[in-house]
């Protein structure tokens, strides 16, 4: 078992990990003993499966008895979280490079937050992101207490004898896992395997985060993990209140309007009640939702006071304009530019809209 604290990691190093060592050989060496394609990387562990699952996208269920033989990349994700976004274009592609090689990529979705757990919103987000390997629904958390899981992304490397030979919390270091990957499937098969780097495209929200300019981090709306609040008035909480926000410093943030804020986000109860943050960053997102099925929010999102013009993110406009109409992360403002300090602010022009929380690249 892991013992980490649960948190949505930048981690660009884990803790233990060790890079593979690859053997690159010509054809007369690959009728050699297969000891020599035996991986350096140190078991962890019994790997301890799928039990729990609700159930299964784009796969029946796998157990260990199924997957002997293989490498299996484990991927645990939740769909609204910024990093686990980021990671998705590398699981894609070593899954689709190594497939025929040995690999079989397993995703498993805990979620954080209780939509999350609604399998229509599960199943958007799998098409949205064009997976198409295996996903095991953890709604209920018992894949990820079975592994001791504590991170979004995390990402597990069994061997073929179903043991646990490496594992990367966090974003990145991809290079370095796709080596153990090379690795492992060496060791499983007796041979070497394709030594290149796979280099994925991404879109606009899988782009990775300018490190360098990073001066904000995660921000939730609800008053359970809230930090940094800065309205005139208190939150009260789970109980309709007006707002007002002046000026923030950087990281602070404050709603306007009518507001009922609960533990895990804040609902919109009147047209025009906004949301204002003092950022530093390339970019700014926001996990909300429309409230209800079927529903849609106008938004309106201004700059220091002006409309984003090229500092549009991709879910709006030049103007600042955009729709809410499914609960996901919104890309709100992308800085194309020197990155520098914003003041960002989003009025909802419809009622009935929940913000979660804001994550920033």
């Known amino acids: 078992m892991y013992t980490f604290s649960k948190q949505r ?6 803790g233990a990990v060790l890079a593979a060592v690859l053997t690159t050989a010509g054809p007369g060496a690959m009728a050699a003993d297969a000891a ?13 499966g799928f039990d729990g699952a609700t159930t299964w996208l784009n796969s029946a269920p796998l157990s260990p008895q199924q997957l002997r033989g293989k490498v299996v990349l484990v991927d645990f994700w939740t769909y609204s979280c910024i990093n686990c976004i980021r990671t998705v274009p590398y699981i894609r592609a070593w899954a689709a490079k190594y497939r025929d090689q040995g ?10 937050f209780k939509f999350e757990e609604d399998l229509v919103n599960i199943n958007a987000a799998v098409g949205r992101f064009h997976i198409d390997y295996p996903v ?4 209920n958390q018992r894949i990820w207490s079975n592994w001791g899981n504590r991170y979004w992304p995390a990402i597990y490397l069994t061997d073929a004898n179903g043991k646990v030979r490496y594992h990367q919390f966090g974003e990145g270091d991809y ?5 153990a990957i090379q690795s492992l499937l060496a060791e499983a098969r007796g041979a070497a395997v394709d030594s290149s780097l796979v280099n994925p495209t991404a879109n606009d929200e899988q782009k990775a985060p300018d490190l360098a300019s990073l001066q904000s981090g995660e921000t939730y709306v609800g008053y359970s ?13 789970d109980r309709s209140q007006n707002y007002a926000v002046d000026k923030l410093a950087l990281n602070q943030w404050g709603l306007s309007g009518q ?4 533990a895990e986000s804040g609902v919109v109860d009147a047209p025009g009640a906004g949301l204002a943050y003092q950022f530093s960053a390339r970019d700014l997102h926001l996990v909300a939702g429309p409230g209800k099925a079927g529903g849609k929010i106008r938004i309106k999102v201004t700059i220091d006071g002006q ?14 304009n955009g729709v809410i109409d499914a609960t996901r992360l919104y890309q709100l403002a992308r800085q194309s530019g020197k990155v520098m300090q914003r003041r960002f602010e989003v009025r909802f022009l419809d009622k009935g809209a929940e913000a979660f929380a804001f994550t920033f690249g």
Do not use: C, I
């Not at 290079?175 to 080596?179: N, S, V």
């Not at 507001?259 to 609960?262: D, E, F, M, N, R």
């Open 307 to 320: 409309a984003p013009g090229a500092d549009h993110g991709a879910d709006t406009d030049a103007d600042g």
């Open 259 to 262: 507001w009922t804020v609960g």
């Open 225 to 237: 993990q809230a930090s940094n609040f800065h309205s005139t008035s208190r939150v009260r909480e």
């Open 103 to 112: 690999l079989v990529v397993v995703g498993v979705h805990t979620p954080e």
């Open 136 to 139: 095991a629904v953890d709604s």
């Open 175 to 179: 290079a370095m896992t796709e080596r």
């Open 9 to 14: 990691s930048f981690t660009m190093l884990a």
């Open 36 to 48: 020599q394609f035996r991986s350096s990387l140190p078991v962890e562990g019994k790997a301890p």
